[in-house]
Structure formats: structure tokens, C-alpha cells
């Protein structure tokens, strides 16, 4: 971690840690993209993160693209 002062507090750093996330999930949709030679218009989530509003804000935001949520995040644990 870089950057960090006395001022950074427990919300900066999962602030950070959500952009993390949202960066690294746009850089695989963007080779996806690439290699598919497609834009994508949507991106479906699911699993714990996806129940972050924030997250998916952030992810909506990066992509450009409508972030699709199922009523129930937790889809592929149920084996969807």
C-alpha cells in the first residue's frame, strides 16, 4: 500500500480496495473484448461482492455498461 498518512482511515482503504476490484474485472472485460472483437453492453454478476451497491456503482461507471444483479447474488453457489 502506497500513499497511506495518519489521515487515511478504514473507509479509504475499502474504498480503495472496491476500485481494486472494479479495475482488475474491467481490465478482463476489455480482453474480452479485444479477443472477441465485441463490445460488450452488459456485464451479469453475482456472488458476495456483487451484493455491494458501491461496487457495482463503480463497476457500472468503469465499464460504461449496465451491471445486471439477480435477486439472489449467490446464484452460483446454488449452482446456477
Do not use: C, Y
Amino acid at each position: 500500500l502506497l500513499g497511506l498518512t495518519r489521515g487515511t482511515t478504514a473507509a479509504h482503504l475499502a474504498r480503495a480496495t472496491l476500485e481494486g476490484i472494479a479495475f482488475q474485472v474491467a481490465d478482463v472485460v476489455r480482453a474480452m473484448e479485444k479477443d472477441a472483437r465485441r463490445r460488450i453492453t452488459e456485464v451479469r454478476v453475482d456472488g458476495g461482492a456483487a451484493a455491494s451497491d458501491l461496487l457495482m456503482q463503480i463497476q457500472a461507471d468503469l465499464l460504461g455498461v449496465r451491471v445486471e444483479r439477480p435477486r439472489n447474488v449467490e446464484t452460483t453457489a446454488v449452482g446456477a
